[in-house]
């Protein structure tokens, strides 16, 4: 990546826009009272149906799901803000997307009502998990986030 500031500044805008997002919903799901992921499981057409279904059947299981959930978002959320361990937490946000779209994938005829738009083969999941991984490439936080206080400058 070239030493330009305003690449490098636009690409931090980026990591701490998809932070928020992802903080966002974590808190939200947090503060919404008897907030589960059951009908989101239940519903899923994909590929990986039978493992979400499989969630469901356990109560244990469904309710460690959710505070595992919870919890993620809203830490990878935290983490991009503030650009800290940035690398680790870009690939936690693209497995919780490909989860995500595994779960409503925008395949033909698996298109369904649970999505926002009609889409084909790409959705916001997984530009937002592409944006993740260019982020993870550039490892911009070791410059303009918490992440530089780990890295000694380059000389």
């Not at 997002?21 to 974590?26: A, Y």
């Not at 460690?64 to 809203?74: E, M």
């Not at 982020?135 to 911009?140: A, D, K, M, P, S």
Request: with cysteine.
């Amino acid at each position: 990546m070239r030493n330009n500031k305003s690449e490098k500044i636009a690409l931090t805008l980026l990591r701490i826009a998809i932070g928020w997002l992802f903080f966002h919903e974590g808190i939200n799901k947090l503060i919404t009272e008897g907030w589960t992921a059951k009908m989101y499981l239940l519903q899923s057409n994909g590929p990986l149906q039978s493992l979400y279904h499989w969630i469901v059947s356990n109560e244990s299981i469904l309710q460690f799901t959710n505070y595992s959930l919870i919890v993620a978002l809203t830490l990878i959320g935290l983490a991009l803000i503030i650009g800290l361990y940035e690398r680790f937490f870009t690939i936690a946000g693209i497995i919780i997307l490909a989860l995500f779209y595994f779960a409503y994938p925008p395949w033909g005829e698996l298109i369904n009502n649970h999505t926002e738009g009609n889409y084909l083969l790409v959705d916001k999941n997984m530009i937002t998990a592409c944006a993740l991984l260019a982020l993870f490439h550039f490892n911009i936080a070791k410059e303009f986030g918490l992440d530089r206080f780990r890295f000694k400058p380059n000389n």
